[in-house]
């Protein structure tokens, strides 16, 4: 299948500060992406939508202006964790491409913020 | 809204025997699609097994198959020859086959794989 790459794998970050958590397709384009929080052994809850060269749908509860989301080319889509706090660490997932069918998951990005 | 519900937060098995892990769903959609997802300690997401809705013959991968129950709105998935390889964590996913085709996942079923 095809390859969805995350970066950072794992951050560790001060509270207030911002985190950029990159997510690209490796060998596909992909006009939609979707961003998932996974905390420790629970499910995958999605966070938003991410759509090429428009503004990402958001989940109900999930706050916009504190997880900003850039889908600025069709390989790469951005989640952007601002002022993070430790209630925001947590393991996050993106996935793309694949159709309805099939979705690519990326290997994930943990977040620590103390 | 759609939600899917797995009521075993964990299972075990002993090698080489057989499991069945249970998925229900709740849609009022007629076309869709569901998936197992198996999640080992990596955290990297893998696809086990596929079904489309309006297939109704049960999809078969090797060892992993499904038991699809539409108008029971279940879903549930066998693992014959348990491989110690095999312990992770199971999630059931639908997803919708029009608009943003998002997922929605279950809450998850710790599978053990005893030796």
């Known amino acids: 299948g095809a390859v969805v790459s995350q970066h950072p794998s794992w951050v560790i970050c001060k509270s207030g500060t911002s985190v950029k958590i990159e997510c690209r397709s490796l060998?596909?384009?992909?006009?939609?992406m979707f961003w998932y929080r996974q905390f420790p052994k629970q499910s995958l809850m999605l966070m938003a939508t991410s759509n090429e060269g428009s503004k990402a749908t958001y989940e109900q509860g999930v706050e916009k202006d504190k997880f900003l989301i850039n889908h600025a080319s069709l390989t790469l889509s951005t989640l952007t964790v601002t002022s993070a706090h430790p209630e925001d660490s947590s393991f996050y997932i993106c996935?793309?491409?694949?159709?309805?069918?099939?979705?690519?998951f990326g290997p994930g990005t943990r977040l620590t913020v103390l | 809204a759609q939600t899917v519900t797995q009521s075993q937060p964990e299972m075990s098995v002993q090698e080489a025997e057989t499991v069945t892990l249970s998925c229900t769903y709740d849609?009022?959609?007629?076309?869709?699609?569901l998936f197992w997802y198996k999640q080992p300690p990596s955290r990297q997401m893998i696809l086990v097994i596929r079904q489309e809705a309006y297939k109704q013959q049960n999809a078969t991968e090797n060892r992993f198959s499904v038991n699809f129950q539409k108008a029971a709105k279940s879903f549930s998935l066998k693992i014959s020859d348990s491989q110690l390889g095999d312990a992770a964590m199971y999630f059931c996913a639908y997803r919708e086959t029009s608009g943003t085709y998002k997922y929605i996942f279950g809450t998850g079923t710790r599978l053990k794989v005893l030796a």
């Open positions: 849609t009022s959609e007629s076309d869709y699609y």
């Open positions: 060998d596909f384009q992909a006009t939609t």
């Open positions: 996935s793309g491409g694949g159709g309805p069918n099939e979705q690519f």
